[in-house]
């Protein structure tokens, strides 16, 4: 072989390895593996995580967003009424509206010239809607005496709140079965209200019979006061003769009946 053509075969073969690395090379970037999905960026979700806040929940039973916030105390709702004036006593009933007996007692009220506070229960506030316009129409004030009558010293905090903050709109609150202590008496200070109990139980709500709630208030009724009845709950028949009885009888001895500044 002669050197030319030796010459020429080397340079071919020496072309054709340059030829085959490119080629190797632009194969290599071509197949070259694409990014894993975890790699790319996240797309956000569509829903998002709510990060909790520090606002205090309300208590299960608190009703209306007002229901929490301290109110402006009340002052004693017998004050003025009686002031200079030494004859007054203060009818109260308790456990109404009821739609047969708080228009008999209304009526009766309304003979002597007598007022007196319904200490009404918002569960029979919603069932006889329409009642608490008639008692105020008539010159009465009205308290609350809580949703449902629970003892209030009983029940869970939240509960007790809910009875004392969500009931019949007033200044006055009356306990039922009069059963408080300090943590009822703060409630009912912080929603604006201040507690009333009574002076006098005639026990009406025991039917003893109507000469012996006459008898009762007769015996232990003196100037201001607080007298308890009853005009729901039950049978009040003997409420309203007697009622009607002790009214006569005291309005003889010089006595006044106003209604409490509720």
């Known amino acids: ?18 030829v085959g690395s490119l080629i190797a090379l632009a194969l290599g970037h071509t197949n070259q593996p694409k990014p ?12 998002p995580i709510e990060t909790p806040t520090t606002t205090p929940t309300p208590p299960a039973n608190s009703g209306s967003p007002e229901s929490g916030k301290p109110r402006k105390p009340a002052g004693d709702p017998t004050l003025a009424a009686s002031a200079g004036n030494k004859k007054v006593l203060f009818f109260s009933f308790d456990d109404g509206p009821d739609p047969y007996w708080t228009p008999k ?14 200490f009404e229960l918002g569960n029979m506030q919603a069932a006889h809607p329409g009642l608490r316009e008639q008692v105020l129409a008539a ?33 006055c609150f009356r306990p039922p079965f009069g059963a408080s202590n300090p943590k009822v008496r703060a409630e009912i200070k912080a929603a604006g209200m201040v507690q009333v109990l009574w002076d006098v139980d005639p026990r009406d709500w025991a039917r003893p019979g109507v ?21 729901g709950g039950g049978d009040r028949s003997q409420t309203v003769a007697a009622l009607d009885k002790a009214l006569r009888l005291l309005k003889a001895q010089g006595y006044s009946f106003p209604a409490m500044a509720c």
């Open 36 to 47: 894993t999905s975890a790699s790319s960026p996240s797309t956000p979700s569509s829903t």
């Open 211 to 231: 000469h012996a709630i006459v008898s009762n208030i007769m015996t232990h009724a003196h100037k201001r006061n607080i007298i308890l009845m009853h005009d």
């Open 105 to 118: 007692i209304l009526q009766v009220l309304k003979k002597y010239g007598a007022h007196a506070t319904f």
């Open 1 to 18: 072989m002669s050197r030319k053509l030796a010459a020429v075969i080397a340079t071919a073969a020496a072309s054709a390895l340059v």
């Open 139 to 171: 010159g009465n004030t009205i308290g609350s005496h809580s949703i449902s009558h629970p003892q209030l010293t009983a029940i869970s905090a939240a509960k007790r709140h809910h009875e004392i903050f969500d009931g019949p709109r007033s200044k």
